[in-house]
């Protein structure tokens, strides 16, 4: 079941109670309406369902209509809540248990992200880095299927970004992470390009989670395939904030980039090891169904670029040992140790 989407436009506000759907106390329909958005939401039954009433009630926030303002970030977005089968998920990568993702979709929109064509499978109208589905009762069924469930490491992020913009309004991630709190004999780790991971730091030290920050450069010309992340630079200082709050950390420099990280191997690793990460990973780019011509489409305008990700195309194997030697001959200059995932 889904309920109306919310399309932000420019200098809309949103009522915080849209942010907080699956806390709405039973029985209570609420609409809550904007200058040029309209957010209709309803109760929770039984913990899984999420209603939206056939006649809407115009209603304002207690004690003053009082609503949030929108981050320019959002600015033509279209956030549409959903309800989830399930939370924990068996996951498929090395190490790694279980994955959870408490969004279908993701509005950072990197163009090189393997997760698109997964969430166009199951939302074919889904335009990635523009819309988004938040899970508003995963963290619900989360504390369910854990009880049941053994032990293990529990990532969250591995097909889409928990602290992605809309994060700040629904607060699914922290909720998760609130619900593993309660649940100790599971191993925690995360991956952002988010900043925002620093709101959630105290109960992110109190189960001893894992944060990874992934980037892939640094400064302007890694936006044109990032087009909503926050800078490279943002999330480092973040990285370098939790590490020296005593948390366990790792830079993902992934995907490596033809043009970009090969370009700056020197200079990304120098400001990789100031954030004293407690570790770091690399991995290499990969052409999941339909990626290539989303880069080629997104470096349009850019002829270098364009040519460095034909060289990559064309021999992958050759450039990743060509980039590989150079990043490991500059980690060894800075007392670094990579672990290359390719």
Same mark, same amino acid.
């Given at each position: 079941?889904?309920?109306?989407?919310?399309?932000?436009?420019?200098?809309?506000?949103?009522?915080?109670?849209? =942010?907080?759907?699956?806390?709405?106390?039973?029985?209570?329909?609420?609409?809550?309406?904007?200058?040029?958005?309209?957010?209709?939401?309803?109760?929770?039954?039984?913990?899984?369902?999420?209603?939206?009433?056939?006649?809407?009630?115009?209603?304002?926030?207690? =004690?003053?209509?009082?609503?949030?303002?929108?981050?320019?970030?959002?600015?033509?977005?279209?956030?549409?809540?959903?309800?989830?089968?399930?939370? #924990?998920? &068996?996951?498929?990568?090395?190490?790694?248990?279980?994955?959870?993702?408490?969004?279908?979709?993701?509005?950072?929109?990197?163009?090189?992200?393997?997760?698109?064509?997964?969430?166009?499978?199951?939302?074919?109208?889904?335009?990635?880095?523009?819309?988004?589905?938040?899970?508003?009762?995963?963290?619900? #069924?989360?504390?369910?299927?854990?009880?049941?469930? &053994?032990?293990?490491?529990?990532?969250?992020?591995?097909?889409?970004?928990?602290?992605?913009?809309?994060?700040?309004?629904?607060?699914?991630?922290?909720?998760?992470?609130?619900?593993?709190?309660?649940?100790?004999?599971?191993?925690?780790?995360?991956?952002?390009?988010?900043?925002?991971?620093?709101?959630?730091?105290?109960?992110?030290?109190?189960?001893?989670?894992?944060?990874?920050?992934? #980037?892939?450069?640094?400064?302007?010309?890694?936006?044109?395939?990032?087009?909503?992340?926050?800078?490279?630079?943002?999330?480092?200082?973040?990285?370098? &904030?939790?590490?020296?709050?005593?948390?366990?950390?790792?830079?993902?420099?992934?995907?490596?980039?033809?043009?970009?990280?090969?370009?700056?191997?020197?200079?990304?690793?120098?400001?990789?090891?100031?954030?004293?990460?407690?570790?770091?990973?690399?991995?290499?780019?990969?052409?999941?169904?339909?990626?290539?011509?989303?880069?080629?489409?997104?470096?349009?305008?850019?002829?270098?670029?364009?040519?460095?990700?034909?060289?990559?195309?064309?021999?992958?194997?050759?450039?990743?040992?060509?980039?590989?030697?150079?990043?490991?001959?500059?980690?060894?200059?800075?007392?670094?140790?990579?672990?290359?995932?390719?």
């Amino acid at each position: 079941m889904t309920v109306p989407s919310l399309v932000v436009r420019e200098n809309d506000t949103f009522c915080p109670t849209a =942010g907080r759907a699956a806390r709405v106390s039973a029985c209570r329909n609420i609409s809550a309406a904007s200058t040029a958005a309209r957010v209709r939401i309803g109760c929770v039954a039984r913990d899984q369902y999420l209603t939206c009433p056939e006649t809407p009630v115009a209603w304002a926030h207690r =004690g003053g209509g009082a609503l949030g303002r929108l981050g320019p970030e959002l600015v033509g977005a279209v956030v549409r809540p959903v309800f989830a089968k399930s939370a #924990l998920t &068996r996951s498929k990568i090395e190490g790694i248990d279980y994955a959870v993702n408490p969004y279908y979709g993701c509005l950072h929109g990197c163009r090189y992200c393997y997760a698109a064509w997964m969430t166009r499978r199951r939302f074919p109208d889904h335009v990635w880095g523009l819309h988004v589905h938040p899970k508003v009762n995963i963290h619900r #069924l989360l504390d369910r299927e854990l009880s049941s469930a &053994r032990p293990g490491l529990v990532e969250l992020g591995t097909s889409t970004d928990p602290y992605q913009p809309v994060e700040s309004r629904f607060q699914l991630t922290r909720r998760c992470l609130e619900v593993l709190s309660h649940h100790p004999g599971f191993d925690v780790a995360l991956l952002t390009k988010s900043p925002l991971v620093l709101r959630d730091l105290e109960v992110l030290r109190a189960i001893d989670a894992e944060v990874g920050f992934s #980037l892939s450069g640094l400064g302007d010309v890694v936006r044109l395939l990032e087009p909503r992340a926050p800078p490279g630079e943002a999330r480092l200082a973040a990285l370098r &904030r939790l590490s020296s709050e005593g948390l366990r950390t790792f830079a993902f420099i992934s995907p490596v980039l033809p043009g970009i990280t090969d370009r700056q191997v020197r200079s990304l690793l120098r400001s990789v090891a100031e954030a004293r990460p407690s570790r770091v990973l690399v991995d290499a780019l990969r052409f999941r169904p339909g990626v290539l011509r989303s880069m080629r489409s997104a470096l349009s305008g850019s002829p270098e670029l364009l040519r460095e990700l034909g060289s990559y195309a064309s021999d992958q194997a050759g450039w990743l040992q060509r980039v590989r030697a150079a990043m490991e001959e500059a980690a060894e200059g800075l007392g670094l140790t990579l672990e290359f995932l390719f």
